[in-house]
């Protein structure tokens, strides 16, 4: 474990939502794959891989920045897959039943910063019984600019009254890792099950969630 931690005077712990306490990445990945097979175009394991962590938008400019088309894919994408219905108790990591009650008891304050919007984000709390858990809840929707940009991250730690410096976040994607980076944070990356996500900028990389309360004082 890097010298860094365990973690002393910590405030709060923030968490990313898609790949981190549920595996949406692989639903959406799943679905993008096949819309874009549908389309004509056959991304690669590190084309998917790089877009997680993006919006969608994002994630077709930057794996095929000579795409005419990709504002016009980007908009059937969503109305054709994106919104479909999640059961999010399929993917959902129990493991996070174990580490919240242990947070609390450490008199830490909890947040969650998504780039998923507001009501898909707050249902998937809520459907698996642990929104209560959470101080701060953030998603793109309440700020000008999603992960990458920091706003989301920044947002979180001003409703939480803490400072960076004093906060652990909780990424999978590079995008992510990137956010609560510029945001001050100190980040622990979750490795993905199927890819190998650049998690370089992170400042430790964890197997499961469990591992969060080794991280903490």
Do not use: W
């Not at 108790?89 to 780039?115: E, M, Y």
């Amino acid at each position: 474990m890097p010298s860094l931690f365990p973690l002393n005077n910590l405030q709060a712990v923030i968490f990313d939502c898609d790949g981190v306490l549920f595996d949406t990445e692989s639903v959406y990945l799943q679905k993008k794959e096949a819309f874009l097979k549908e389309n004509g175009i056959i991304p690669t394991d590190d084309e998917l891989a790089s877009m997680i962590g993006f919006a969608f938008p994002q994630a077709l400019k930057l794996c095929y920045p000579n795409l005419k088309n990709s504002d016009e894919l980007a908009k059937a994408y969503y109305a054709q897959c994106h919104y479909e219905l999640i059961d999010y108790k399929q993917i959902f990591d129990t493991d996070i039943l174990k580490v919240l009650p242990g947070l609390k008891a450490k008199g830490l304050k909890i947040g969650c910063a998504s780039n998923s919007n507001t009501q898909r984000l707050r249902k998937a709390l809520d459907e698996n019984g642990i929104l209560n858990y959470f101080d701060a809840v953030i998603s793109m929707e309440m700020v000008s600019k999603g992960k990458p940009d920091p706003a989301v991250y920044q947002l979180a730690l001003k409703e939480l009254d803490v400072d960076a410096q004093k906060c652990l976040a909780l990424e999978d994607s590079a995008a992510g890792i990137k956010a609560a980076k510029r945001a001050g944070c100190v980040v622990a990356a979750k490795k993905h099950p199927r890819f190998k996500i650049n998690q370089s900028e992170s400042d430790v990389v964890i197997d499961g969630l469990c591992e969060i309360m080794n991280l903490i004082v």
